[in-house]
């Protein structure tokens, strides 16, 4: 994969006067700096949908899941790859895909996400194995870089007043994009051909492309070039870096996925985990080291970014903890007592109103960072989904509970999902936006991950038998619930002693073209 992971950005970079040509309109008005366009409602509009697709692309194969070895004729555990391998992909390639969007423009790495979710959305649509639908997958993951990369470009190309609202909706997207994903593809799988499923995501794919190349602004040129006559874009890209982050993160999540199959105490499980950490710290090692970083690990150390950051996996760990538990309750047979005895598609309907609710609160949360400052957003969030788990132990019972406990918990984790980009772009320089926020995002894919492997765990020792068949039992349930609860509360205690940034820091602070990392830092630290 980090062969591939090289491959990829260095064709990037070394096409990167041939993507400005094709992307770049120069009729366009240009951007430079925060200042308001009339056009800044169609571009929000458009980097909501990019984000919602995104997610629906995420989620597509959840309800197919059970049915992947038979249509594609492999074992249930070969087949669990396909999830696996989006994870890995993603995680990989979002950091990157920041980084490259600092440095080619926001704009140009925009449209190039989209290039892999198409062709990995036609190449599962006619894949008849498991080996192509596992490189679709990964190839989707690629991709994942979009909604960090969208958020950065809002800094861009709002006036202040709008960024905070703004920033919410746009994050908001990845759950409505959930929301929606799974009823839309569990509807389609029960009655037409899976393979619709990744035509249809292929055509969103064109139609984003053609969205962002008509809506978003050119960028302004640069004004200066660097001593080399290399266009001042953002710097050179560190190759070692990428290449040392994608073989650690590999290392990481490959054992955190895999270590229920085999094993958490086998040597393969055991060995990752101890290369993992071997190989982060040499790259840590080299970034502090490096004049332009992957990561800038001097700005991540910052207590603003460093505690936000801590917060995101806490409540990415606590945003899918129980959207693990809520689907497996809801699909239980009645017979166990505690099984809501759901259809799969029903499932997705019951779930919907909890993703859409993201976007209904997504307008307060802006509103309240205004008002309030972000933390304050982060820290009312956190404490939302910890509601939502403590409601859920009483109401787990009956299919309404379970709506009203999504309901809740969905709408902290929007509120907490809108107020992270805002943390974040307040306390990094202009020019390291997207990479910035594409490190918060993985640090929320982190805790996604880490929260799947503890409730996959909890859920497969605490069971009951049922007609012959292995079932997670009610007091694993109630545990899962419990430990999601704590966790917020964890998160809640974090975001609470960020230090919260002046108001005005959470507009785009303009820097001087060719400006080095000490002007860019001093504008925003």
Known sequence: MHIVCFVHVSALERSSNVLRLLFDRPRRPVINGPAPTPRTGPIVAVLAFTGTVA???????????????????????????????????????????GRLGDLLGKRTMLIASCVPLLLGSVLCAVADSVVPMIAGRALQGMGMGLVPIGIS?????????RLGSAIALVSASMGIGGGLGLPIAAGVADYASWRVLFWGTAVLAVVIIGLLWVIIPAPAPAASASSDGRP??????????????????????LPVSKGGDWGWGSTRTLGLFTA?????????????????????????????????????????????????????????????????????????LWMAPGGLMMMVVSPFGGKLSAARGPKFTLVAGALTIAVGYGLALPLMGSTWGVLIVTIVCNSGVGLAYGAMPALIMSAVPLTATASAN???????????SVSAAVMGVVLSQ??????????????????GLVIGCGVALIAAA????????????LRSVPVPAGAGAEEADQATA
């Open 462 to 479: 605490m069971t009951v038998t049922l007609g012959g068949h292995t079932l997670p039992s009610e007091g694993g349930f109630r545990v």
């Open 438 to 448: 594409s490190f918060n995002t993985l640090m929320r894919s982190l805790g996604t």
């Open 153 to 161: 470009l809002l800094r861009d190309v709002l006036p202040p007043e």
């Open 494 to 505: 974090v975001a609470a002693v960020i230090p919260a940034p002046p108001a005005s820091r």
């Open 55 to 97: 997610a629906i692309m995420q989620t597509l194969v959840t309800p197919l899941i059970s049915q992947l070895p038979q249509l594609l004729h492999t074992s249930a555990s070969n087949a669990s790859w396909v999830i696996t391998a989006t994870l890995l992909s993603a995680a990989v390639f979002v950091p990157i895909s």
């Open 276 to 348: 993992s950490a071997a190989i982060l710290l040499l790259w840590a090692r080299w970034e502090l080291r490096v004049s332009e970083p992957l990561v800038d690990l001097r700005v991540t150390a910052r207590p603003r970014v460093l505690l936000t950051n801590a917060a995101s996996v806490l409540v990415g760990f606590g945003m899918y903890a129980q959207a693990l538990i809520v689907p497996q309750l809801l699909q239980l047979p009645e017979a166990t007592g505690y099984g809501l005895g759901q259809s799969m598609l029903a499932m997705g």
């Open 232 to 253: 001042a874009t953002g710097g050179r890209f560190d190759y070692v870096g990428a290449i040392g982050l994608s073989v650690g993160l590999v290392c990481l999540l």
